[in-house]
């Protein structure tokens, strides 16, 4: 199950809706986590973005709802013009959105909405000898940026989405082993699942991601992976 909405749009294609938000996170004075609105946006354009490619969806316009005040704004899109740009999307992708400006709040709130298209005929791959991997490290808060070479760069799970047969799934706040569950369509206990990464810790804004894929293709998803590759083992039983 993916966190998109698919949304039929004409003969040939349908919408691919994925969406995000943060709060506390900012550079107000009662923010939970004080970083600059460049990397609170870039974030959470990371999230949406990677839920709507894991769905096959080709982003086309971004939707920004900022609550952090009017100079926030262009950093704010700065940052999801840097996403744009390590994934190598069309620089003409949309940005668009709204500002509260008529009150102020005590905290940064930041909702991020990605529309994206697919065909109509798109039908998910079919793993059927598959096997598991987190690729990148689940972190959330200030660990995204005190081990930020934990976080896997975009621009790998771009590759993923082109260059090999393979089932993604962007892992956020509820964890890997949840995110699994969603992937697979079962749920699973803790004690059938080893890998040498938290199965249960927050992943925040997608710094990782859990790949499905033929075990003929070991060799190439860890050459595209490099470090980030964390095998993931589910018993048989």
């Not at 706040?173 to 749920?187: R, T």
Request: hydrophobic letters at 40%; one cysteine or more.
């Amino acid at each position: 199950m993916r966190d998109v909405q698919i949304v039929p749009w004409n003969q040939e294609d349908v919408l691919v809706i994925s969406a995000d938000n943060s709060g506390g996170i900012g550079q107000k004075e009662e923010d939970h986590v004080s970083v600059p609105y460049d990397i609170v946006s870039y974030f959470s354009f990371r999230v949406a973005v990677m839920e709507c490619m894991a769905a096959g969806g080709i982003p086309f316009s971004v939707i920004l709802q900022n609550f952090c005040g009017d100079d926030a704004w262009n950093p704010l899109v700065a940052g999801i013009h840097k996403g744009v740009q390590e994934l190598g999307l069309d620089a003409e992708l949309g940005i668009t959105g709204s500002t509260e400006s008529n009150f102020s709040f005590h905290q940064s709130a930041v909702g991020l909405t990605i529309l994206g298209k697919r065909r109509a005929d798109f039908k998910e791959t079919t793993i059927v000898n598959g096997r598991i991997a987190v690729i990148g490290s689940p972190l959330v808060g200030e660990e995204v940026m005190l081990q930020e070479e934990k976080v896997v760069p975009l621009v790998v799970f771009s590759h993923f989405t082109k260059e090999i047969k393979c089932r993604l799934q962007p892992v956020g706040s509820k964890g890997v082993l949840y995110e699994l569950g969603q992937l697979k369509g079962k749920f699973f206990q803790e004690e059938e699942v080893s890998s040498s990464v938290n199965l249960l810790k927050s992943s925040g804004p997608a710094t990782c991601f859990i790949v499905e894929y033929e075990k003929e293709a070991e060799s190439e998803i860890k050459r595209l992976a490099g470090g980030y590759f964390h095998e993931v083992l589910i018993s048989s039983r």
